[in-house]
């Protein structure tokens, strides 16, 4: 395989326009939730489809500077408006009623099956259903970690995926303030069943499954969608270096600039682990054909 590479691709290290060379690799992965496709005082949050008013905004023709902007919006009288941000969205919207996939038992983990973008739900009726994202409110993303940290019940190190999870479990009445932080909300669908059973991973941009420790999200205004890319990092929270071909087959609403990439780690409790402790410093290569013009 590296003699192949090293014979028909040109391996062009990405930079910042300012030059920088050292960017940021976070982790991914398919969690498992608990839910069913009926509502009950157990399983009472709402995993949600594509409401039927949220548009799509397409002004590229006219603003071009607009083209790699995500616009969603609704119509409001005359006049189209941002799309609910995420407080709204959980105050129960009309608009949603009906559009309820499945309900989980645990806000916690809803909230970051939307950043995961996919995920597996055991239902209490039987059998497991894999849901993939579908699409997102167009407001920001904006990290509850980071909100901890402003607000001192967080340290800059210890503000992994499991101190927000365990800091919800121990403060359950303040939950739902702190998620509203976070104005981002993604809609997801379904995974047909023939297509769920016969997929190893969860389906990325691109629409093949991910595979462990070999796919990453990346920004695909930098970094072309299905190219092969030469991953230089280190093991969450240790120097161990993680030096890998992986393939750009995702994207995700926080990935932007040519530096900034999310690895996949698959499915599970250590995957989740591996995932929620990852932020290390991360250089990228992309890989192009030799016969190909080069990228820009």
Same mark, same amino acid.
């Given at each position: 395989? !590296?003699?192949?590479?090293?014979?028909?691709?040109?391996?062009?290290?990405?930079?910042?326009?300012?030059?920088?060379?050292?960017?940021?690799?976070?982790?991914?992965?398919?969690?498992?939730?608990?839910?069913?496709?009926?509502?009950?005082?157990? &399983?009472?949050?709402?995993?949600?489809?594509?409401? %039927?008013?949220?548009?799509?905004? %397409?002004?590229?023709?006219?603003?071009?500077?607009?083209?790699?902007?995500?616009?969603?919006?609704?119509?409001?009288?005359?006049?189209?408006?941002?799309?609910?941000?995420?407080?709204?969205?959980?105050?129960?919207?009309?608009?949603?009623?009906?559009?309820?996939?499945?309900?989980?038992?645990?806000?916690?983990?809803?909230?970051?099956?939307?950043?995961?973008?996919?995920?597996?739900?055991?239902?209490?009726?039987?059998?497991?259903?894999?849901?993939? &994202?579908?699409?997102?409110?167009?407001?920001?993303?904006?990290?509850?970690?980071?909100? /901890?940290?402003?607000?001192?019940?967080?340290?800059?190190?210890?503000?992994?995926?499991?101190?927000?999870?365990?800091?919800?479990?121990?403060?359950?009445?303040? /939950?739902?303030?702190?998620?509203?932080?976070?104005?981002?909300?993604?809609?997801?669908?379904?995974?047909?069943?023939?297509?769920?059973?016969?997929?190893?991973?969860? /389906?990325?941009?691109?629409?093949?499954?991910?595979?462990?420790? #070999?796919?990453?999200?990346? %920004?695909?205004?930098?970094?072309?969608?299905?190219?092969?890319?030469?991953?230089?990092?280190?093991?969450?929270?240790?120097? !161990?270096?993680?030096? !890998? /071909?992986?393939?750009?087959?995702?994207?995700?609403?926080?990935?932007?600039?040519?530096?900034?990439?999310?690895?996949?780690?698959?499915?599970? %409790?250590?995957?989740? !682990?591996?995932?929620?402790?990852?932020?290390?410093?991360? #250089?990228?290569?992309?890989?192009?054909?030799?016969?190909?013009?080069?990228?820009?």
């Amino acid at each position: 395989m !590296r003699t192949f590479f090293e014979r028909h691709f040109t391996a062009y290290q990405a930079l910042t326009p300012e030059g920088k060379d050292a960017g940021l690799a976070t982790g991914y992965y398919e969690p498992l939730l608990n839910g069913s496709r009926i509502r009950s005082e157990q &399983y009472r949050y709402p995993l949600y489809a594509p409401p %039927d008013d949220l548009l799509t905004i %397409d002004l590229v023709e006219l603003y071009p500077e607009l083209k790699d902007k995500r616009l969603r919006g609704r119509v409001e009288g005359k006049r189209v408006v941002p799309y609910w941000p995420r407080s709204e969205i959980e105050a129960g919207r009309p608009a949603l009623t009906g559009k309820e996939l499945v309900f989980v038992d645990d806000a916690v983990e809803a909230f970051f099956l939307q950043i995961q973008g996919s995920g597996r739900v055991r239902l209490a009726e039987g059998g497991v259903m894999r849901i993939g &994202y579908a699409d997102q409110n167009g407001q920001p993303f904006r990290s509850v970690a980071r909100v /901890l940290i402003e607000r001192g019940e967080l340290s800059p190190d210890g503000a992994s995926m499991q101190a927000i999870k365990e800091w919800g479990r121990r403060h359950p009445e303040a /939950l739902p303030e702190l998620l509203d932080q976070n104005p981002s909300y993604v809609f997801f669908r379904e995974v047909t069943p023939d297509t769920a059973a016969t997929i190893d991973g969860p /389906l990325g941009t691109l629409g093949v499954p991910l595979a462990a420790g #070999r796919a990453i999200a990346v %920004d695909p205004r930098s970094i072309p969608l299905g190219a092969p890319v030469f991953l230089a990092t280190t093991w969450p929270l240790s120097t !161990r270096p993680l030096n !890998r /071909l992986v393939l750009a087959q995702d994207t995700g609403g926080a990935i932007r600039g040519p530096l900034r990439v999310d690895f996949f780690w698959g499915f599970g %409790d250590d995957a989740a !682990r591996q995932a929620g402790r990852m932020k290390q410093a991360a #250089r990228l290569w992309l890989l192009w054909p030799k016969d190909a013009p080069p990228p820009s």
